[in-house]
């Protein structure tokens, strides 16, 4: 399976693709850096946690050589605080903590440092944190957490039709949903999550940016604080993915395609609604 498929392209743009919906560009030193070994310099350790572009396995020797007296996966979840979901790496991160969730759930105070995140909308942790909960055995988890899932939409682009094949989706407030998109078709497209009653909002503001190079290299994401989640350029017989925590708000939030061109017919609904009082 292919994710996050769409090459960034180095065009003009008045600012840089908004790092906190997709990753930016990978840095013009990434050989440079790629060849240093983490284990001499802290700073150039840091650098490989933070930066887009660098592959998984250099990722991990990189916490690894952060972590002093602690666990590598402390030093994960101190960079995913620091990016704030901000810099590059924030999704790659998020994956290699997930990947240590065994570890994770053997260290009491890295479990609390989750369930504390993992109740606070507004920490950069608390998606990672429910990912990386949702992944250890039920027995090991925080019993506040006991009940933490990742549920995965399942969506494919109609080919020919500037539609997917699933255009509404339930859920309750606090779900981790994971959104993957298989594209079949011969033209490339995204999936944008928007806040309710801002699917037009999104969908004119992608239409600016027009089928341009400049419009590609932000993958047709508008930086709007309307969109709260994104999934980049899927290409024709590529897969992609996005994670989006439920907020506490109830209400219908659509997911839309924001290619030029797409919007008004390529959308669907989330319908959230509060769990029935059991």
């Not at 070994?37 to 250099?58: Q, S, Y």
């Not at 039920?138 to 939409?153: K, L």
């Not at 395609?257 to 769990?275: D, L």
Request: hydrophobic content about 50%.
């Amino acid at each position: 399976m292919v994710y996050w498929t769409a090459t960034l392209l180095a065009a003009a743009w008045m600012d840089a693709p908004p790092a906190r919906l997709i990753p930016p560009a990978a840095p013009a030193d990434l050989a440079a850096l790629l060849a240093k070994d983490p284990t001499a310099d802290p700073e150039t350790a840091k650098r490989m946690l933070a930066e887009n572009g660098v592959p998984m396995e250099r990722r991990k020797a990189a916490a690894d050589a952060l972590r002093g007296a602690r666990p590598a996966h402390e030093a994960v979840i101190d960079a995913i605080v620091a990016c704030g979901g901000t810099c590059g790496a924030t999704r790659d991160l998020d994956e290699l903590l997930v990947s240590m969730s065994a570890e994770v759930a053997a260290d009491p105070a890295a479990l609390a440092r989750l369930a504390a995140a993992a109740g606070d909308a507004a920490s950069p942790l608390r998606l990672a944190a429910l990912r990386t909960v949702a992944a250890m055995p039920e027995a090991e988890r925080p019993e506040a957490m006991r009940g933490a899932v990742v549920r995965t939409i399942r969506l494919k682009a109609i080919p020919g039709a500037m539609k997917y094949d699933v255009t509404e989706v339930k859920a309750t407030p606090g779900e981790v949903l994971e959104f993957i998109l298989e594209n079949p078709d011969s033209m490339q497209h995204n999936l944008l999550v928007v806040a309710p009653g801002k699917m037009p909002e999104a969908g004119v503001a992608g239409d600016k940016m027009g089928e341009t190079a400049a419009g590609k290299a932000r993958q047709f994401v508008p930086d709007l604080p309307s969109v709260l989640a994104a999934m980049g350029l899927v290409d024709p017989g590529a897969t992609g993915r996005v994670h989006w925590v439920v907020p506490a708000k109830t209400g219908t939030y659509p997911y839309v395609c924001t290619y030029p061109g797409h919007w008004r017919m390529m959308n669907g609904k989330i319908k959230v609604t509060a769990p029935a009082p059991k």
